[in-house]
């Protein structure tokens, strides 16, 4: 069994990106294990497209895009009220057969309409090593500025 936390800092900017790396740990062989930095892809969710080629021979598309309105069916999970927003969950999956889908859910702020919170699961015939892919994202206003990814964690077996 392979094991890797990586602790890290990212800067984006212009279309390049910069990592910082602030703490690893690794536990058995890691040679073999896919992703262990951000240069590999990006899981954006606010692109049209999420390209990952270390994890996924084609890009997958997201389900916040354009297209993404129709490659995916919506469903409501819940509703919570927090001061003047509400927060909604909602579980999306793939619309009809696809082969560029995710599974997951969302967590949306109603009133500013931005991603706080985001699971989601890549489809297993994407994944040339593991059986299981899913990632957790979570997002807060970084710098009176920007809405941005603050905590991001990947389940994978």
Request: glycine residues 4%; charged residues 20%; aromatic residues 14%.
């Amino acid at each position: 069994m392979a094991m890797a936390e990586i602790m890290l800092k990212m800067d984006y900017q212009n279309g390049k990106l910069k990592e910082e790396r602030t703490a690893i740990t690794k536990r058995g062989s890691v040679d073999k294990l896919f992703y262990q930095s951000l240069t590999d892809g990006r899981f954006n969710l606010y692109d049209n497209l999420i390209n990952v080629p270390k994890i996924s021979a084609i890009p997958l598309v997201s389900p916040v895009s354009y297209s993404g309105l129709i490659a995916y069916k919506f469903k409501t999970i819940s509703i919570v009220k927090k001061g003047n927003h509400n927060q909604i969950t909602i579980r999306f999956r793939p619309g009809t057969i696809s082969n560029a889908t995710l599974t997951g859910e969302l967590v949306i702020d109603d009133s500013a309409w931005i991603v706080l919170e985001a699971r989601y699961a890549l489809p297993k015939y994407h994944l040339p090593v593991f059986d299981f892919f899913e990632v957790y994202q979570q997002y807060e206003w970084v710098d009176d500025a920007a809405w941005m990814v603050s905590k991001k964690f990947y389940l994978l077996f």
